[in-house]
């Protein structure tokens, strides 16, 4: 499927917005001196200075029902202009929404000239670094913005006809991410202190508050499409369902790239090859990366001689529709040893960082080698649109995968860690992967997942599908000494479901741990569990949780597939291709 291009946002739309914007600086700058960021006392004020600078419009009301705050989503959005398209409570406006988008980007760039104004101030290391992040996150924004908008245009242009109704949802995934980046952002600052730390953090809570009201309004648009008939198969597509193709992958990838992935004899049309002995085009990844076309609109291939990368790559938002293709699991090898320890982001530690769309890897290790004792240490990072990792691994001991937004789908991968190994706040599937847990440092305990979903409107989410979830070799020996659980909540809605997975005897009873021994998040997050097998799925002994749920049928969990998780129902083609749309044909059902 072709993906629309971002907007180019015009001076008039910045214009737009210059008194609201000067406004938001005045009430920034008094929250400031009022309370520290991390106190409830501190949001509280926040919220009601947002009210007090924008006021209300009873004409937009309607628009905010149904989201975590609807006064203070009102007051925003009557914030940001004072003519809008009638809104029918029946119908969401997709103009209103629309208009909102436009404007809330050029807030953004605004925000990015204020924490472009604060770099001077930001002392070398840590601080310099999560600022630099949190630049880097605010340019993803605008981008997924962009990207938002021309979804919701498209959608508008075809509100009639179902088989567009994956745009508004591709729409709502865009904002999703948009919002998860002003959390990544505060999140950078953690573990530093000072006047800059209060002003980044307050800049990144107001983006949020002005994005979160785009978010509810654009999942009740979402919703309601999503309530359209399916359409009919094509004529085309009932032939590729007699024909019966073979690949499990999600129907984003086109014809080609489906033979690509599924061709082993290596006659393919490769643009790149990569080899440290010198036989290639390219000694390193990244000098191929960094030769390879910008914002290119076909695939570009890249060929990984097997051996050991010793480098730190980033594929950059430009580099789009790029594949990397290795010679297999542990032989060809991308390694680092980035970790918290070295005074720097868990952003920042990924070995391997991919933000451009419509990536694809295949047969390649990701690799960080920092160790248990150097806690968060990232060794694959995603922030790709329509991303496939296809026979991979992913190795490390902490926060190994930060799946950190938008669509992605694993299949076949081996995943490695001990604590939060697979986080973030995508909306990731994984099939027939083999989930590894380590022998962690001596007093801690694993946890798989630490899935970071924020808010209720947002669609993202874990599904761990007909996936082994095993004791690595280092810790079968000593499996009796450490407890290994399921997952614990990251965000306060957090959301992960494991279903038709094989739990290997390493899962505790109760499954499911709570974030530091606190009750956070328990009664507003959604673990689930359908129809697992092996000594560790048994649910007899369960947390009892208000968020957990054992989930015993099939209509439960069709949310969590791939056709509707990473929204296929709205744009996978009925090609009859077996990567498991909905749940496994399996006897024990």
């Not at 600078?53 to 705050?69: K, P, V």
């Not at 930001?122 to 340019?139: F, K, V």
């Not at 959390?183 to 949020?208: H, R």
Request: aromatic content about 10%.
């Amino acid at each position: 499927m072709e993906v629309a291009k971002p907007v180019i946002l015009t001076r008039r739309a910045v214009l737009t917005v210059v008194a609201s914007v000067t406004l938001f600086a005045t009430f920034i700058r008094m929250a400031v001196l009022i309370a520290p960021y991390n106190s409830h006392h501190s949001n509280i004020v926040m919220k009601n200075l947002v009210h007090m600078a924008l006021g209300s419009n009873h004409s937009i009301h309607a628009a905010c029902q149904g989201s975590a705050d609807p006064q203070l989503c009102a007051s925003i959005m009557a914030s940001l202009g004072a003519e809008w398209p009638k809104y029918d409570h029946e119908e969401p406006s997709v103009e209103l929404l629309k208009e909102s988008v436009l404007k809330i980007s050029a807030f953004v760039e605004q925000s990015t000239a204020r924490a472009l104004a604060l770099m001077p101030k930001a002392a070398s290391g840590l601080e310099q670094i999560a600022l630099a992040d949190c630049l880097d996150l605010y340019n993803l924004t605008l981008d997924e913005l962009g990207q938002a908008f021309q979804y919701l245009h498209n959608f508008s242009q075809n509100l009639n006809n179902p088989e567009h109704g994956f745009e508004a949802s591709y729409a709502h995934m865009f904002l999703s991410a948009a919002l998860t980046n002003q959390d990544t952002c505060i999140e950078g600052f953690a573990n530093t202190n000072g006047a800059l730390k209060s002003q980044m953090q307050l800049n990144a809570q107001v983006n949020s508050y002005i994005l979160s009201p785009c978010l509810a309004m654009s999942k009740k648009i979402s919703d309601l499409s999503a309530q359209s008939p399916a359409p009919a198969p094509s004529p085309a597509s009932r032939r590729a369902l007699l024909w019966g193709l073979n690949d499990d992958f999600p129907a984003w990838l086109s014809a080609s790239d489906r033979r690509l992935l599924k061709d082993s004899t290596g006659n393919l049309q490769i643009d790149a090859v990569v080899a440290q002995d010198g036989t290639g085009d390219y000694c390193t990844i990244s000098e191929a990366v960094e030769d390879s076309p910008q914002k290119s609109e076909k695939r570009y291939v890249i060929y990984v001689k097997a051996g050991v990368y010793r480098e730190n790559v980033e594929i950059e938002k430009n580099k789009r529709y790029l594949t990397l293709i290795g010679e297999g699991i542990n032989c060809t090898i991308v390694t680092g040893n980035r970790s918290v320890a070295d005074n720097i982001t868990t952003y920042h530690t990924a070995t391997f960082a991919v933000k451009a769309e419509g990536f694809i890897a295949r047969d390649i290790t990701f690799e960080n080698t920092a160790g248990a004792e150097n806690n968060q240490a990232v060794a694959l990072l995603v922030v790709s649109h329509e991303s496939v990792f296809y026979r991979c691994s992913m190795k490390g001991y902490q926060d190994t995968l930060y799946a950190h937004s938008l669509c992605q789908f694993y299949r076949e991968c081996e995943i490695y860690g001990t604590v939060d190994f697979i986080f973030g706040d995508a909306a990731a599937v994984f099939q027939k992967c083999v989930i590894m847990a380590r022998k962690p440092m001596i007093g801690q305990q694993i946890t798989i997942t630490a899935q970071g979903r924020n808010t209720a409107d947002s669609d993202t989410g874990f599904s761990i599908h007909d996936c082994n979830v095993m004791a690595a070799p280092d810790l079968i020996p000593v499996k009796d000494s450490f407890q290994t659980f399921l997952g614990r909540p990251f965000g306060e809605y957090s959301r992960t479901v494991f279903m038709q997975s094989y739990l290997d005897d390493i899962i505790q009873p109760k499954g499911w741990v709570p974030w530091n021994a606190s009750d956070f998040a328990l009664n507003t997050l959604f673990y689930g569990e359908y129809k697992n097998y092996g000594v560790g799925a048994s649910v007899e002994a369960r947390v009892n949780w208000t968020g957990y749920q054992i989930l015993e049928h099939p209509s439960q969990v069709k949310k969590f597939t791939v056709a509707r998780l990473i929204h296929g129902k709205k744009w996978l083609k009925p090609t009859g291709v077996p990567f498991i749309a909905g749940l496994k044909h399996d006897q024990r059902d």
